[in-house]
């Protein structure tokens, strides 16, 4: 089983930048694809980004790509949301989370463990 913690989120203005941190317990976690997902308000969940076991595949929803990347540090048990350039719209829970087999990256369903959510406010 994988426990993931998400920090990092808080208030920034537009045009500005945030990076979240997802913490993850667990001795295969170096095994295992990790997504960024959000949650706006009255929205729904939405794939943001995900990055494969190794960090050498990544795949970005087409409302992030050029602005967020995911890097990740598998000595630290650890993955991060860079995000530049933020927008309003950008505003909402973030969610890291499980992606066993590192494929269908968009699908809510592939997932198999989810951290507790992070919030980040885009805000002048």
């Known amino acids: 089983q994988v426990q993931l913690v998400e920090s990092g989120g808080g208030l920034v203005q537009p045009g500005g930048s945030q990076k979240l941190t997802c913490a993850a317990s667990?001795?295969?976690?170096?095994?295992?694809?990790i997504g960024w997902f959000r949650q706006g308000p009255e929205k729904e969940r939405e794939f943001v980004a995900g990055i494969n076991w190794s960090g050498g595949s990544t795949t970005y929803a087409d409302s992030v790509k050029g602005r967020f990347t995911i890097p990740r540090d598998n000595g630290k048990n650890t993955v991060y949301l860079q995000m530049n350039s933020l927008k309003p719209e950008d505003t909402a829970v973030y969610y890291c989370?499980?992606?066993?087999?590192?494929?269908?990256?968009?699908?809510?369903?592939?997932?198999?463990?989810w951290g507790q959510g992070t919030q980040v406010t885009v805000s002048s």
């Open positions: 667990g001795r295969t976690f170096s095994n295992y694809g």
């Open positions: 989370a499980v992606n066993i087999f590192g494929s269908n990256w968009y699908k809510r369903d592939t997932y198999n463990y």
